[in-house]
């Protein structure tokens, strides 16, 4: 369970360019809940998630992340229990070593980490093993450089990587916006495949309104750092995108002003 209590986050505070990014804050995730995230730009979005995950320390407001307050502890405490997938595939791998040693470092986030002049048959055997259910081939190419990768290729070897130890939680910022329509199909029905199969909590964020309702368990705007939407159960399996903009214009008091968010309602 992931409780946001409140959390307030202001930049540039006292000056001319003084902006509320996180306005008090509060949500709660049961385990298993799978939330997208939606909202125009500027909205706070990937605000939140760089909260939950310790980038910065917050102005008020508290975290709890399956019973126990994280608020004050470090992104790198944090990065043992929470799974984190970038916009940018360059983002969550290290271009100049290969598959294998990536996996090794997913492998042992969390633990004391000692040096050894070889990867283990047993540990080779078993990113094999995981890589191959991922459909792509990247089993048969172990010791290829990730630099080397297409952006589909590693964004799923990082989205294997935050999940490799079952995360607490699964923090997804636009990992599919920057693929190609087919890999990113792929990439998320990765995503989905593995979200169930781990029954892990989640929070993804989007920029497509269709998406945000056929992904995941429930849905979440965000506007002006705040939370104006959440929608779950029957009404959010009864609704469309034209009711998503709509009753978003009704809570908000404003239009969808996103291009981005728009051209994905069309597309």
């Known amino acids: 369970m992931l409780e946001l209590i409140d959390i307030c986050k202001v930049f540039d505070k006292n000056t001319v360019n003084e902006k509320v990014a996180l306005d008090n804050v509060s949500l709660t995730l049961n385990n298993g809940d799978f939330v997208t995230m939606v909202g125009s730009n500027g909205a706070g979005k990937s605000t939140l998630l760089n909260a939950v995950a310790g980038m910065f320390p917050l102005d008020n407001g508290s975290i709890i992340l399956n019973g126990n307050e994280i608020t004050h502890l470090s992104e790198h405490q944090r990065a043992a229990m929470i799974g984190r997938v970038f916009q940018d595939p360059l983002t969550g791998t290290a271009a100049h070593m290969t598959v294998e040693e990536n996996l090794v470092m997913a492998w042992k986030r969390g633990q004391r980490r000692r040096l050894r002049r070889a990867i283990r048959f047993q540990e080779r055997a078993?990113?094999?093993?995981?890589?191959a259910g991922l459909g792509l081939g990247l089993e048969d190419r172990l010791t290829t450089k990730v630099g080397l990768l297409s952006g589909g290729q590693r964004q799923a070897l990082t989205l294997l990587m935050a999940t490799m130890r079952r995360p607490q939680l699964l923090l997804l910022d636009e990992h599919i916006a920057s693929l190609d329509p087919r890999t990113a199909e792929i990439v998320m029905d990765l995503t989905c495949r593995i979200v169930e199969e781990q029954q892990l909590t989640a929070i993804m964020v989007t920029h497509n309104l269709e998406q945000a309702l056929s992904a995941g368990t429930r849905t979440v705007m965000m506007h002006e750092g705040r939370i104006v939407?959440?929608?779950?159960?029957?009404e959010r399996r009864r609704m469309d995108v034209l009711d998503l903009m709509s009753l978003f214009e009704k809570n908000s008091g404003t239009k969808l002003s996103s291009d981005r968010v728009l051209l994905a309602a069309k597309a």
Do not use: A, M, S
């Not at 078993?126 to 890589?131: N, Y």
């Not at 939407?229 to 029957?234: F, M, V």
């Open 229 to 234: 939407l959440d929608i779950q159960g029957l």
């Open 126 to 131: 078993f990113f094999r093993e995981q890589l």
